[in-house]
């Protein structure tokens, strides 16, 4: 198919695309373009006013804060993969990155269009709920902040942007794994989590109808260990009906893959390595957000 008609504006700056985006409906923002333009080609998504914000160098890179690191809305997949303090801060990050599509999609694909793909199961969502990110927006009231999960869960208010996302140092260990569908590499299942001093942050997607804390797994899993069987004991005890089946995976499927395929901190104290590369070999081509 191709593009419906559509106009099109680059604004300098962000207070423009702000007044731009809350004065034309229907306006849509253009960042990476790696979910939205699919979209607009099958008619999944319609616009009226694309508003390019891809050049506005105050989203784009990272940078330390008090507690933590701040990750600019713009800045890419591929620049977010091999960003030293992303490496070092934030593994499970910068590996949820490396593991999106292939170089071209890491190459145009951004962070704030990862996390904010909707109805698409990528990569760094996952990965910013195990770390408790923040996700900052800016809007027509001004600037707010949602935590990452709430901003999984459809919360960000009309007309806002995402700008950046904070996140917190790692704790002990931080790691992300991931099972991907061969074909399109969107995650059957992932798996992200942080060990802290208070016990794991765990989630998972794919496997679920959105990006999930799953807190009974955290609780289980408390104080340790993070044996095999003690992790799988505590993913068995999800309600089944948390995993939705599809593309030939049943629910008890899902949540025995959920499980198995959990990152390194859940099988010994040394953090996953970001260059480690997803599961399961790349056939056909391949597709990101």
Same mark, same amino acid.
Request: aromatic share 4%; glycine share 12%; with cysteine.
């Given at each position: ?237 999800? !309600? ?44 056909? !081509?391949?597709?990101?957000?």
């Amino acid at each position: 198919m191709i593009l419906t008609e559509f106009d099109y504006v680059r604004p300098t700056g962000l207070d423009e695309a702000l007044t731009l985006l809350s004065g034309t409906r229907g306006a849509r923002v253009l960042a990476g373009g790696q979910s939205l333009l699919p979209d607009l080609r099958t008619g999944a998504e319609q616009a009226r006013l694309l508003v390019d914000i891809r050049q506005l160098a105050d989203l784009r890179g990272t940078g330390r804060t008090a507690d933590g690191i701040r990750i600019g809305a713009l800045t890419t997949l591929a620049e977010l993969a091999a960003d030293p303090l992303v490496l070092a801060e934030a593994p499970e990050l910068a590996a949820a990155a490396r593991s999106n599509g292939d170089p071209q999609v890491r190459n145009l694909g951004t962070v704030g269009g990862n996390l904010a793909a909707a109805g698409r199961a990528t990569d760094l969502p996952v990965a910013a709920l195990a770390a408790d990110a923040v996700v900052e927006l800016a809007g027509p009231a001004g600037r707010s902040t949602l935590t990452a999960e709430e901003f999984a869960a459809g919360s960000a208010p009309a007309g806002t942007v995402l700008t950046a996302l904070l996140v917190p140092a790692a704790g002990q260990a931080a790691a992300f794994e991931k099972t991907a569908d061969r074909a399109t590499r969107y995650p059957v299942c992932a798996t992200a989590v942080r060990i802290t001093p208070d016990g794991p942050r765990i989630a998972v997607t794919g496997a679920t109808s959105r990006a999930l804390r799953l807190r009974g797994v955290e609780d289980r899993l408390r104080g340790g260990p993070y044996s095999t069987d003690a992790v799988l004991a505590a993913f068995r005890a999800e !309600p089944r009906e948390l995993f939705v089946p599809g593309r030939g995976t049943s629910a008890e499927y899902l949540g025995h893959l959920a499980g198995s395929s959990r990152p390194e901190p859940c099988r010994g104290p040394v953090g996953h390595s970001p260059d480690r590369p997803p599961r399961g070999p790349e056939r056909g !081509p391949s597709r990101g957000s």
